[in-house]
């Protein structure tokens, strides 16, 4: 048999060696700690587990869900970005339900890509964004995300001929692998760029309730006539420790709201509707329990960058998403540093070049690890006489 052009365009897996290696140390029976998944280690917060026991014992439940989801989820998640953002949404038009972020992400370029248009993606950045435009025939553009520019993209050093070829721009603050975040001035400035080139601004806002420090994420759609250019993406995932549910949603310009809805309709059959029933729960969890989890993180990262700075890391706090993006030691590669973390501390950690070009020479860290085990990985690292510097 021949797989398609577009399944062999797919870059290799770069974390396949890496797993190679991890499975080779289990098997020589090495107690491996994985710093690795950015998937939340604690349960799925127990209002939503006992929403969920009532709903699917609910008949009502049990049959195909409507294609943009059930009135009552789309009604709480409007309620929820009014209440959050002070955003004003049409459940009818402007708000989708998705099964999971990742689908309603990759099904948005088939709604607005075609061959030879380019997208415009952030790198490093969540891997999704590069492989689906080249599922959907397109080409993607790296937008460098540089410390110096504290990890947002320049929109002037996009060339005018690729900004004019563009048809949807991706951006994700708080980010995923930088930790980085945004202000709502830089979101007014992508506005701005987007309404400039007639682009789909896309914002990734996967973490936008993981913050510390009193920073409070800001929403596109805050921005004046943001809703003009912008379609959000929003995910039960990391919020709620929800990751296996599937449930999120997606809201804002509701022509782009109708077309990734054409594009779902005619692939998927939606969230069972238990599941949104029970993503309601969420939608009206007492805040305290959010702050608990955010408060846990807040604890491992404060072990994590103190263990690290004594070895030589110079590291500012992390005001959002639960992973730290560090620099590799000078003379090494991302490979090469995950490899040594590997094989002499036991500790797997992904090399920053799986996340893009621009994302070699740093690694990252997930902070799914309680606080003894991340400073478990610190002594490790100390009697290994791995350093920064
Ligand atoms: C985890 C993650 C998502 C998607 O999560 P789902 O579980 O599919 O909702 C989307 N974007 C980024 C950047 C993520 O890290």
Redesign the pocket.
């Known amino acids: 048999m021949r797989v398609s052009e577009r399944l062999e365009k797919i870059p290799p897996y770069l974390f396949a060696e890496i797993d190679r290696k991890i499975a080779e140390a289990k098997a020589k029976g090495a107690d491996v700690i994985s710093l690795g998944i ?1 998937d939340p280690d604690t349960p799925t917060l127990a209002p939503v587990v006992e929403a969920m026991h009532k709903a699917i014992d609910n008949p009502a439940n049990h049959d195909y869900p409507p294609y943009n989801g059930t009135a009552a989820f789309r009604k709480a998640a409007c309620d929820w970005m009014k209440k959050r953002f002070d955003v004003e949404l049409d459940a009818d038009t402007e708000m989708l339900a998705n099964i ?4 309603a ?1 990759a099904h948005v370029f088939f709604a607005f890509v075609d061959k030879g248009d380019y997208t415009l993606i952030p790198d490093p950045g ?1 891997p999704v964004y590069k492989n689906a435009t080249i599922f959907a025939g397109g080409i993607p553009f790296s937008m460098p995300l540089l410390e110096e520019n504290g990890y947002l993209p320049d929109f002037d050093k996009i060339p005018e001929d690729v900004a004019k070829k563009s048809k949807l721009m991706f951006l ?1 603050y708080p980010n ?1 692998p930088t930790g980085a975040v945004c202000d709502l001035e830089f979101l007014k400035k992508a506005v701005d760029f987007c309404k400039k080139y007639d682009i789909l601004l896309c914002f ?1 806002q ?2 936008c309730e993981m913050t510390y420090d009193g920073y409070v994420a800001p929403s596109v759609l805050q921005v004046d006539g943001g809703k003009d250019v912008a379609l959000e ?1 929003y ?4 919020s709620y420790n929800m ?1 296996g549910w ?1 449930v ?1 949603w997606v809201c804002g310009n509701k022509d782009a709201v109708k077309a990734l809805g054409t594009i779902k309709n005619n692939i998927d059959s939606g969230t069972f509707k238990a599941i949104q029933d029970a993503a309601i729960a969420a939608f009206n969890v007492d805040k305290a329990e959010i702050e608990k989890l955010n408060k846990m993180y807040q604890e491992r990262r404060d072990a994590a960058e103190a263990g690290l700075r004594e070895l030589g890391w110079d590291i500012k706090p992390s005001k959002a998403t639960f992973y730290l993006w560090l620099p590799v030691p000078n003379g090494m590669t991302s490979e090469e540093f995950v490899t040594l973390m590997l094989e002499k501390a036991n500790v797997v950690v992904p090399p920053g070049n799986g996340y893009g070009k621009y994302g070699e020479g740093y690694f990252r860290v997930a902070l799914t690890k309680d606080v003894e085990t991340i400073k478990k990985c610190i002594q490790r690292m100390k009697d290994a006489g791995i350093r920064y510097n």
């Open positions: 950015g999971g972020s990742k689908e992400i969540y994700n995923n990734d996967a973490y993406f995910s039960h995932s990391k990751t599937r999120g």
